[in-house]
């Protein structure tokens, strides 16, 4: 049985939870005003996900500027916990904010010591450690895997560095060092870690680098909605010969992470990005240019950097029990209408909601709202009396009558749809 949530009183939005025939919880808005009659909302289950589609597409990637390595604390064990670590600085990297930061996103961290750079990604993800290849013999990064580019040298400010960041090269000039490291484990379990050198993937590799002394760790976390994933890499892997990185050097560095999403698709992500350097989201791997600058600052617990995106908004991030938190108070933005008429709705979580005003002829005079967000909570928003307006002619004035108002809801991702009847009404269950 399916609740439809049908409010005959004076207009409210109601909403609550059902469950459909095998079981599945069901959320469901229905918006109706007793002005009017019951009027039923008939949404082709295309149109919904067209409109979700849509708004997906505008979702805002994370943009972060630069990268701060820290100096590690103590004695880093790898073992897929952060209790040894100093998190108060890192990104936070998603491809869309606005809809997937609780499903597909990753915190990178980073410190070093003396012999080793660590990494520690701490990933959001609703299937942790599928990747469906095999280190044997397939490519890690079609799949759930952190890839992870680094350019060293004495000096990113010597004129070979500039000049090989000014035009694609063939090879990488002496002392600098590019490399590509592909960090991941395979659906055997097996845990692989490798790397290519040069800018072109051309300079061979570091060879076995666990007999060199590199290390990875993974732990899936409690809720299973996510894993951590630890790395060591010393040092003499990350440069050439001669060259020894200290307090206050710095290197280029980018991340790629990527996703096994639902039916063996990838999902990537790009992040850590130099100012003024000309975001390449196409061809980041072989764009150092744009690759964001690390330094290795001399000293830890630092103040926790804003997580900027794309369009240059930048969020908070506060420490809390020593794990950053970002807050997104004012992400969803939206231009509500203006007008006289009030339409009153709840909605229990966060979501998208699309209202249309009906005539007492069962027609849409006016879609008031088209997938806008609201957080959890009461809202209110205005009705002018005009029909829907477009871009060559404004709304109209409605004649005087009885108008009807009704709407739906959903959250935004994984949203699958079908018809049903409910209390004589057909309607569009959505969940």
Known sequence: MTMSFLHKGNGRIVSGLGFDNRGRDVIMISIESSSGPRLAVLVSASAILAMFALRSACGTET????????????QVTVDGKADDWDLSSGIFACGDVENSRDRFAVWIHAMYDSDNLYLLARWVDPTPMNNPGS?????GFRGDCLQVRFLTAPDLDAPEVTAMLRSRVGKDPDPVRTSHWDCWMDRDGIDALGAAYGVAFNEGGPGNAKERGAAQAFRKDKDGRGYVQEIRLPWPLLVKPGVRLKAGGRLLMTVEPNFTVEGGGRLTIKDIFRPGGGVDRVFTFSSPGCWGVATLEPRGRLEPRPVRLS???QFA???ANGVPEVDWSGLKRSELPQGFKTV???LPEDGYVSLNIW????????QLLTCVPFPAGSHQVMWDGLTTMSVRRPGDPVPAGKYAWRGIWHKGIGLRCSTGESSSTLSERCF
């Open 63 to 74: 943009e972060n500027l630069n990268f701060s390595i820290l100096p590690a604390p103590g």
């Open 135 to 139: 280190s044997k013999g397939d490519y």
């Open 311 to 313: 369009d240059g908004r």
């Open 317 to 319: 991030v506060k420490l």
């Open 344 to 346: 009153s709705f709840s």
């Open 359 to 366: 005539n007492e002829k069962g027609e849409v005079v006016r």
